[in-house]
């Protein structure tokens, strides 16, 4: 896989974040021992910072995996916050649960496990923020779910969308296509204003105008 930037600078940038608290430092931990895909600490703290910019008190997570990204989302949306957890496997939800326990943010958070396209039908109401992290040939079919219950002036936004590079060159499998077909909705859609971060695999951050 490309890089997006070169491993000096983002070595360079990894090295300047604070030390995480105990709970994300054993989740990252156990990512790398098991090679479980997370967003990592300097998005964590992106999302972390949108959430609170925007004061988020309600957030819909699309595709949770363990969890990680899920404390920092809880952090940022205080006691009287929501964020709702997804992932398909209920075996992740069991052990995000156990994070949300210790980390003493479980109340703030709601589990629900199944196709998180589906999950969000479930729940009533508009978001202040969405983050979108499923399957990448999903996310076509995350951003027609998810745009439209983003209330205006709240965020929509997703992972990978550089994927490492592939986007931008000649890959054409189902998970490259659906986030190129992503990027160019959220770029043809005039009630979205987005950007594309190249921080680590690509962050779209989107504005609902």
């Known amino acids: 896989m490309a890089k997006i930037i070169d491993k000096l600078t983002e070595r360079y ?23 479980i895909p997370i967003i990592g600490p300097a998005v964590g703290r992106m999302l972390h910072q949108y959430a609170r910019i925007i004061a988020a008190r ?6 949770s995996a363990i969890g990680y990204s899920t404390l920092w989302l809880a952090g940022a949306v205080g006691v009287e916050g929501k964020v709702y957890y997804t992932d398909g496997s209920r075996r992740n939800a069991e052990e995000a649960r156990g994070y949300f326990e210790r980390a003493g943010v479980a109340e703030r958070i709601e589990i629900l ?18 983050f ?25 936004i997703a992972d990978n969308v550089l994927w ?14 659906g986030i190129r077909e992503f990027n160019r909705l959220i770029y043809s859609t005039a009630e979205l204003y987005p950007v594309i971060l190249p921080i680590r695999d690509g962050v779209a ?4 105008q």
Request: charged share 35%.
């Open 13 to 35: 940038i990894y090295s300047l974040l604070p030390a995480r608290d105990a709970v994300l430092g054993e989740m990252e931990t156990e990512a790398r021992k098991r090679s």
């Open 58 to 63: 309600r957030v819909f997570e699309m595709g």
């Open 113 to 130: 496990v199944g196709n998180s396209i589906e999950l969000i039908d479930t729940v009533q109401g508009e978001f202040d923020l969405i």
């Open 132 to 156: 979108n992290d499923v399957d990448k040939y999903q996310y076509p079919d995350a951003f027609r779910k998810a745009v439209r219950r983003v209330k205006r002036g709240g965020l929509f």
């Open 164 to 177: 490492g590079g592939r986007v931008a060159q000649s890959d054409s499998d189902q998970d490259t296509e």
């Open 205 to 208: 951050v989107c504005l609902k």
